[in-house]
């Protein structure tokens, strides 16, 4: 069964830098989405894109946050000047329409660790 | 952002039994709710969902009930295996499915 990827499995990066999280969508697929879930909170929301543009995004999603779709098959998160308070799981997701039958996919997360 | 609630952290229920999750939520926009399994260090996956034109949606061993008017809906289990055993998460999405709320979370222990 085809599934949503994320690369790497756990990112360590120093405070201030930047960091780009990586996933490749199931490939039929047409909406994307990044979740992120800090230790023992709620998953939360951050963006959703569908057609080459930001469809939805949380008040989480500030102008540290940009997506990217930069080939057919990547879909990339990137976070500048990472603080703290970033360090969470990160979630790609997508779904091939936002039809109820055709639930989001799930990718096994990146460990987001910011020293 | 408290827009969907789970209040129980934690269940433990007995194989066999019936294993009923609870969640609540404010938006009386929302249009669809799902629920998603997840066990350690992987995804969620999804479980089952309920349009809110429905009340009840089964799939095998996994029925979701929405009461619209309580803004409330549950996962019901029957019966319960060890293999269920994972946190559960309610989502609930607004009609155009493009943004996900997504409750806390319950812990689901099914003892053998």
């Known amino acids: 069964e085809p599934e949503v990827t994320q690369t790497p499995s756990h990112q360590v990066t120093q405070m201030g830098q930047e960091v780009i999280l990586r996933c490749v969508p199931i490939?039929?697929?047409?909406?994307f989405y990044w979740y992120r879930q800090i230790l023992g909170q709620k998953v939360e929301f951050l963006v959703s894109f569908y057609n080459n543009e930001i469809s939805e995004k949380s008040e989480i999603f500030d102008d540290q946050f940009s997506v990217e779709r930069p080939d057919g098959s990547n879909f990339t998160l990137k976070i500048r000047s990472t603080k703290l308070e970033d360090s969470a799981m990160y979630f790609c997701a997508s779904s091939d329409g936002a039809l109820p039958n055709q639930p989001q996919h799930f990718g096994d997360g990146t460990r987001l660790s910011i020293l | 952002d408290q827009q969907v609630k789970q209040n129980s952290p934690s269940l433990s229920v007995q194989e066999g039994r019936i294993s009923i999750l609870n969640c609540d939520y404010t938006n009386s926009m929302f249009d669809y709710f799902l629920w998603y399994k997840k066990y350690p260090a992987e995804g969620p996956t999804f479980l089952i969902s309920i349009s809110s034109i429905k009340d009840k949606n089964e799939d095998g061993r996994f029925t979701v009930f929405l009461n619209k008017s309580a803004k409330h809906l549950s996962l019901h289990i029957v019966p319960s295996q060890p293999g269920d055993s994972a946190v559960y998460f309610c989502a609930a999405s607004l009609y155009n499915f493009n943004k996900f709320y997504f409750g806390s979370g319950t812990k689901l222990n099914v003892k053998p």
């Open positions: 490939s039929n697929h047409l909406y």
